[in-house]
């Protein structure tokens, strides 16, 4: 074989190994790792018990359309995202992503990787409530506790009350979750029931005695009586 047509098989040779290259480098962009583009959070809004863990998931999916479990950690880039809650007095969340019912209410989940965040909203609700009762005084703070209590009302003279129960082991605060019920036989007899803890009550002048009904819950409804002993 002549040296001419030798040189012309290299130089095909040659063509063809670049075209095997580029259109690698098209579909596959030169076999790099494809860019994440999104981060979805599984399940988007959990309901927590409190005192409980609820394990949650991210999934990438990314330039090339395929998915990916991402995995828990510290660095926040590429296949590892970093964990967060937008109220640890509520939920916390551990770097795999367990997150843990600390106090009723809701809080935001994000789970990052580089500038890319998904978000779940996650609620922590109280269950199975026992030992529901009405005390005087503040949460944390109280005096006269009971089912069934009795106010020795002074006229004029303002007096806090909570709402509280038991709820997975942990006394809960279940005052603006109530309702807060005065009969009308004695419409002297005012309690703010405005979502506020603590609720404050007061006797006006004219006021006669009666009792002050506080419920919490539907199925069961949770039942406490204040009875009002006008002084």
Same mark, same amino acid.
């Given at each position: 074989?002549?040296?001419?047509?030798?040189?012309?098989?290299?130089?095909?040779?040659?063509?063809?190994?670049?075209?095997?290259?580029?259109?690698?480098?098209?579909?596959?962009?030169?076999?790099?790792?494809?860019?994440?583009?999104?981060?979805?959070?599984?399940?988007? /809004?959990?309901?927590?018990?409190? %005192?409980?863990?609820? #394990?949650?998931?991210?999934? !990438? *999916?990314?330039? @090339?359309? $395929? =998915?990916?479990?991402?995995?828990?950690?510290?660095?926040?880039?590429?296949?590892?995202?970093?964990?967060?809650?937008?109220?640890?007095?509520?939920?916390?969340?551990?770097?795999?992503?367990?997150?843990?019912?600390?106090?009723?209410?809701?809080?935001?989940?994000?789970?990052?990787?580089?500038?890319?965040?998904?978000?779940?909203?996650?609620?922590?609700?109280?269950?199975?409530?026992?030992?529901?009762?009405?005390?005087?005084?503040?949460?944390?703070?109280?005096?006269?506790?009971?089912?069934?209590?009795?106010?020795?009302? /002074?006229?004029?003279?303002?007096? %806090?009350?909570?709402? #509280?129960?038991?709820?997975? !082991? *942990?006394?809960? @605060?279940? $005052? =603006?979750?109530?309702?807060?019920?005065?009969?009308?036989?004695?419409?002297?007899?005012?309690?703010?029931?405005?979502?506020?803890?603590?609720?404050?009550?007061?006797?006006?002048?004219?006021?006669?005695?009666?009792?002050?009904?506080?419920?919490?819950?539907?199925?069961?409804?949770?039942?406490?009586?204040?009875?009002?002993?006008?002084?």
């Amino acid at each position: 074989m002549s040296s001419q047509k030798k040189n012309k098989l290299r130089l095909a040779g040659a063509f063809a190994a670049l075209a095997t290259l580029a259109l690698a480098v098209s579909c596959k962009g030169f076999f790099q790792n494809p860019t994440l583009t999104t981060i979805t959070i599984d399940p988007p /809004t959990p309901t927590i018990n409190l %005192n409980a863990t609820y #394990q949650l998931t991210a999934t !990438g *999916t990314y330039q @090339d359309g $395929t =998915t990916a479990t991402l995995t828990g950690g510290t660095s926040c880039s590429g296949n590892t995202v970093c964990w967060s809650s937008s109220d640890t007095t509520v939920v916390t969340i551990s770097t795999g992503g367990l997150a843990n019912g600390v106090g009723q209410g809701t809080a935001t989940i994000t789970a990052a990787s580089g500038a890319i965040t998904g978000t779940a909203t996650a609620t922590v609700d109280l269950t199975n409530i026992t030992n529901f009762e009405v005390c005087e005084g503040t949460f944390g703070a109280t005096t006269n506790c009971g089912a069934t209590i009795t106010w020795d009302a /002074t006229l004029n003279v303002s007096q %806090n009350f909570v709402a #509280q129960g038991d709820s997975n !082991g *942990t006394t809960v @605060d279940l $005052t =603006t979750s109530a309702i807060w019920t005065v009969p009308s036989t004695a419409p002297d007899i005012q309690c703010s029931n405005g979502g506020f803890s603590p609720e404050s009550c007061t006797a006006l002048t004219g006021a006669t005695n009666a009792a002050v009904t506080v419920t919490y819950g539907t199925a069961p409804q949770l039942t406490a009586t204040i009875n009002v002993d006008v002084q």
